[in-house]
């Protein structure tokens, strides 16, 4: 048996547990030993009043359900209710026996026969009729006969528990199913899914590449397809990352080059014991080596699953670790300034249960957290919520996925992509290639996530061509906070999701080269089917026998003024500091800070406004340190556009200030 992610469900449904026998035969035991006064007004009988034939034939239905011959026993209860049709235990006994072998239809009809005798005879009946009604999906009959069999104050204490939380499933399930939501699954295709099991998808943020767990032979290992022409390719085994061992319930960076999933019983490679949290990077083309997290995260208990968000700073995971509110609950770790990760903290009653809560999703959005629940309001089984993130530290409350995306079989493992259209899950329902395939649908609108875009970029050597390792950084421009910092691959490119309703700085540097900078506002909107693609040359720093370095103005593109103003608004700091940074760090660098302004107003005024913001740069440099000797500055007015003065892009794009060489 798998151990990441099938071992780990419940196997069966709650409300519903498959062995019924001698759940039977004390029910019935039960209403032997129940004392009444008879009276002649009664329209039943019971074990101590119904004919001898009845009773005997009862009696031997009794000693097959011991023996666990339910086919059996149905005919001696048959047989007793032929010799007395108002033998009441007998009525019950047949009803549970229909259960038992599950001919809900029949066993139906049998409690509410029973119940027509006499509805205090037994108020239990109501609870099992209940039971009957939800595997028929007769959800409103099965929401009042629970509601009945509450207000008889039962006194056994587990029905009672499972009646309670029934009772709020089947009055979701009533009104869920009379409002389904548009859904139809999509099988992924040959190129994913195989006669083996497929589950747990998870995607990279462009949607070009799909990683899954593939059970063979009872051993989970990853694979990876790419998508071409709106078809998944032949999935190919991850390398490096494979092993004899069981693998599984993985996620993917949104550019693909971090692997974070579980391995359980390992041994001395430092994991903590039981199943435990591992990662992997894409080096060269090669995965390497998994490595365990350390005991900040992983304990001695089950933890898996686990997501990691878009920024690579938060790992959401599930847990049977000590401290959580129920069997199994989702936890929420934070890389900290340093590269130390927090201890982990459980993300509290709003979201976990006295239940079980698994495969969290966190989309690159940030804020919105997939995942699957066995106690709250549902379906039944595991079903899929949605909860957002409203602050840094709070949640919202989940949201049911719906009907038929819910059902009463377990729903698990999803996964969203980049532009919330499209969901991904593994199910094993009819017409599939093996048991667990891989299914996208489209999501409905309202469980979408908040709309996300990406930067994708290639770095190279503004000389050569030749692509450069370089440092990534991108600043919320709102706060000032890092929102990602990383470093190229070997081939100079990166990938970053940026979420809409911020605007965001990118620095890309190098040492011994020039900076570059982006501004990305995205505090509109963002959509992925407009991504930023970028091609960025670094200007090495070499100087020419003039102390130059030829090559283009660097453009400060996260350098703001107030409006018509030379005042520095704060967002400017970030940019600012790391040009400080460049000069402080190539001490023979000398440079000139250019201001620029689009053609409105007069030409004098743009001269004017040009030259103070140019000498406000000048200012913050030499406030900080640096030598004035270094520095000079000159305004351009509107004299050396960049773009076109007719459009408000176009405007936005010449105002700019920026710096030479000199």
């Not at 014991?273 to 995965?287: E, I, P, R, T, V």
């Not at 290639?458 to 000389?463: L, S």
């Not at 990602?484 to 940026?498: E, Q, R, V, Y």
């Not at 965001?504 to 080269?513: A, F, P, S, T």
């Amino acid at each position: 048996m798998p151990t990441c992610i099938l071992q780990s469900l419940p196997i069966f449904n709650v409300f519903y547990p498959k062995t019924t026998t001698m759940r039977i035969f004390l029910f019935v035991l039960l209403l032997l030993c129940i004392t009444r006064t008879e009276t002649f007004s009664q329209n039943y009988h019971t074990v101590k009043t119904t004919s001898e034939k009845a009773l005997e034939a009862f009696n031997e239905g009794r000693l097959y359900m011991q023996r666990q011959e339910a086919a059996i026993a149905l005919g001696y209860f048959e047989k007793a209710l032929k010799n007395d049709e108002t033998f009441i235990e007998a009525r019950l006994a047949l009803a549970e026996t229909y259960e038992e072998l599950r001919d809900f239809f029949k066993a139906e009809r049998a409690y509410e026969e029973a119940l027509a005798l006499d509805s205090t005879f037994s108020p239990a009946a109501f609870f099992f009729l209940a039971k009957v009604e939800w595997q028929l999906d007769k959800f409103e009959e099965c929401a009042a006969h629970l509601n009945s069999y509450l207000q008889s104050s039962p006194k056994n204490a587990r029905n009672k528990s499972i009646a309670e939380k029934l009772i709020i499933n089947a009055r979701f399930a009533a009104e869920a199913v009379k409002k389904p939501v548009p859904f139809q699954l999509r099988n992924t295709g040959p190129g994913i899914n195989t006669k083996a099991d497929e589950y747990f998808p998870s995607l990279t943020a462009d949607g070009g590449t799909l990683i899954f767990t593939r059970n063979e032979g009872f051993d989970e290992n990853f694979y990876s397809s790419s998508l071409k022409d709106t078809l998944w390719q032949t999935a190919t085994p991850l390398d490096g990352v494979n092993t004899p061992d069981n693998e599984g319930a993985q996620s993917i960076s949104p550019d693909g080059s971090w692997l974070v999933f579980t391995a359980c019983n390992r041994r001395n490679d430092g994991s903590q014991g039981s199943c435990d949290l591992y990662w992997s990077q894409l080096k060269n083309d090669a995965w390497t080596k998994p490595v365990p997290f350390s005991a900040a995260i992983n304990s001695s208990d089950w933890d898996s699953q686990p997501t990691i968000s878009a920024d690579s700073k938060t790992i959401i995971f599930s847990s049977r670790r000590p401290g959580g509110q129920g069997k199994e609950d989702i936890w929420m770790t934070v890389r900290q300034t340093g590269g130390k990760w927090s201890k982990p903290q459980n993300l509290g009653p709003g979201i976990n249960t006295g239940g079980v809560e698994q495969t969290p999703f966190l989309h690159p959005d940030g804020q919105s957290l997939y995942f699957a629940s066995d106690s709250l309001p549902g379906m039944g089984g595991m079903d899929l919520y949605v909860v957002r993130r409203t602050s840094d530290s709070t949640w919202g409350v989940p949201l049911n996925l719906g009907y038929p995306i819910n059902t009463k079989a377990n729903e698990v493992a999803l996964t969203v992509s980049l532009d919330g259209r499209t969901a991904y899950y593994a199910t094993n329902r009819s017409g599939g290639i093996g048991g667990l395939d891989i299914y996208s649908f489209a999501l409905p609108e309202y469980a979408r996530p908040q709309p996300v875009t990406y930067v994708r970029a290639h770095v190279r050597d503004a000389v050569t061509g030749q692509p450069l390792v370089a440092k990534i950084e991108l600043t919320d421009l709102g706060t000032g906070r890092s929102f990602l910092s990383a470093n190229t691959k070997p081939d100079g490119s990166f990938l970053a999701c940026l979420p809409a309703g911020k605007s965001y700085g990118l620095n890309v540097n190098k040492e011994k080269y020039l900076f570059h900078s982006e501004n990305f506002n995205l505090t509109g909107s963002a959509t992925v089917d407009k991504p930023f693609l970028l091609e960025i040359d670094l200007q090495p720093i070499t100087l020419d026998t003039n102390g130059h370095i030829a090559g283009k103005p660097i453009v400060l593109r996260n350098v703001f003024f107030e409006t018509g103003s030379a005042e520095l608004r704060l967002e400017s700091t970030a940019e600012l500091d790391r040009l400080l940074d460049l000069l402080v760090n190539n001490a023979s660098l000398r440079i000139q800070i250019n201001g620029h302004t689009d053609n409105v107003g007069t030409d004098a005024s743009n001269q004017q406004l040009s030259e103070a913001r140019a000498k406000a740069v000048y200012d913050y440099l030499c406030t900080k340190g640096l030598a004035a000797s270094r520095l000079k500055y000159k305004g351009y007015g509107e004299a050396q556009p960049l773009d076109s003065n007719d459009t408000t892009e176009g405007r936005t794009s010449n105002r700019r200030t920026e710096f030479i060489v000199w």
